[in-house]
């Protein structure tokens, strides 16, 4: 069954690892993703914006969807489904259409509406047994929309939040999304470990994963970072495996255009990359034994 993140961010943060929140767009995505983690017998978050989630015909359809291939392919390994950057209006539908975990970003609102609508959306987000992510500071680029220059968040907002009773807080540390640009200063460090302090070793969340360099991710996780969101590493390996199958002419042998062989190169990148993450990058491989 899928099932709230927090005792699998919990379990990740006491043991200095970190759970990855891996994007779906569609049914392909969907069991790629699954499949590495039940290959790696690791926790796994599938993660949904906005934008895909309309993409995919709404909330109650990518809930529904993921339910049944998570049974179907009888996967053992605990799974949430989670809702990305969440509007307010969008993490209320997704919490109604049956997602195990919610982020309520209202980073883009003056500190003070951040603060009453996050408390309102903890509230409800918990009556339901949901887990719930909010967001101090922006994430640098676009997500659905929101463009944000990545400012780094205040230590004492991130504090302000955290007691709230959120389970998980995304903090702005420089990081953003989509492709890093050449000039890009790293993720700050000195932040990092201020805002873990002060929120008494909330877990923390690195959004933007994709990119950063992976000794610096993995000094994140040292200092508090208990969940990494990729998205961007998985279209690019995605885009790569479909574009050589296609000038290879392996869609032109045999009925090598079917969706069903034209799709599978792309989503067995997808699997591959994402059980590497688990094993060799985030540590969380083998956790959900």
Not at 42 to 67: D, N
Not at 267 to 277: H, V
Request: net charge negative; proline share 3%; glycine share 12%.
């Amino acid at each position: 069954m899928l099932v709230s993140a927090t005792e699998m961010i919990n379990k990740a943060h006491e043991g200095h690892y970190a759970i990855g929140a891996f994007n779906i767009n569609n049914l392909e995505w969907t069991k790629a993703i699954l499949a590495a983690a039940e290959e790696a017998k690791s926790p796994v978050m599938l993660g949904v914006s906005e934008g895909a989630a309309k993409y995919m015909c709404g909330f109650k359809t990518v809930a529904a969807m993921v339910k049944e291939i998570h049974d179907a392919m009888g996967i053992t390994v605990p799974v949430a489904l989670h809702l990305d950057h969440g509007s307010y209006e969008g993490a209320k539908a997704a919490i109604e259409a049956g997602f195990t975990s919610v982020m309520f970003d209202g980073s883009h609102y003056a500190f003070e509406e951040n603060l009453e609508k996050s408390k309102e959306m903890i509230a409800l987000a918990h009556s339901k047994g949901l887990s719930i992510e909010c967001e101090v500071g922006g994430i640098g680029g676009e997500e659905d929309g929101v463009i944000s220059a990545g400012e780094l968040a205040d230590p004492e907002e991130c504090k302000t939040i955290a007691d709230l009773g959120v389970d998980f807080l995304a903090a702005g540390i420089g990081n953003i999304h989509g492709k890093y640009p050449a000039n890009w200063a790293g993720l700050n460090f000195d932040r990092l470990e201020e805002i873990q302090n002060v929120t008494n070793g909330k877990p923390l969340v690195l959004h933007g994963g994709s990119g950063i360099p992976r000794e610096q991710v993995q000094k994140a996780i040292t200092l508090g970072v208990s969940k990494v969101n990729v998205n961007t590493e998985c279209q690019l390996v995605f885009a790569e495996a479909t574009r050589k199958y296609i000038e290879a002419g392996k869609d032109q042998e045999g009925k090598g255009y079917d969706p069903r062989k034209l799709l599978k190169p792309g989503a067995d990148a997808i699997t591959a990359l994402c059980k590497e993450m688990m094993e060799n990058f985030f540590g969380s491989a083998g956790k959900a034994e």
